[in-house]
């Protein structure tokens, strides 16, 4: 018999709540993390706690994973503080606001052996295949940039 993952979601806002919707279908929400008290509606919803505090999330709930959807600046400052904790995570994008964030978490996730994933929303897309498609079939001649 296996269990579901339990998975918490960092950030509350417009992605962590899509987040928070997903996992709760496909694994087990764990718990919700966001200062603004509106979120623990979110949490109430689904039955799990809420915190507004990172720290005291991973020391009370010990997640099998984190999603990180929380504003930009703060990715580096989260993510390393789920790998302190052994906790693999999923940032959204972009990994970190600096190169040297960016650096510096890989580096620490790879020294601690923790799992370290970066969420890009547009890969599953139909659209996004659909184009993939054309581009393999040759439809679209010799591409030489794409932005």
Request: net charge negative.
């Amino acid at each position: 018999m296996t269990t579901d993952p339990r998975i918490a979601v960092i950030g509350a806002g417009l992605v962590g709540r899509r987040h928070v919707e997903l996992v709760a279908k496909g694994a087990s929400l764990a718990a919700v993390v966001d200062p603004d008290p509106a979120a623990s509606a979110l949490a109430d919803k689904h039955g799990v706690p809420w915190f507004a505090d990172l720290a005291e999330c991973l020391e009370n709930t010990q997640p099998d994973g984190a999603v990180i959807a929380t504003p930009n600046q703060m990715h580096v400052d989260h993510g390393l503080a789920c790998v302190a904790s052994g906790v693999p995570i999923l940032v959204e994008k972009p990994i970190a606001d600096t190169s040297e964030g960016a650096v510096k978490i890989v580096e620490a996730a790879e020294a601690a052996g923790v799992p370290l994933l970066v969420g890009h929303h547009r890969r599953h897309n139909p659209l996004i295949a659909k184009a993939k498609a054309a581009i393999e079939a040759g439809r679209l001649g010799d591409l030489v940039v794409v932005n």
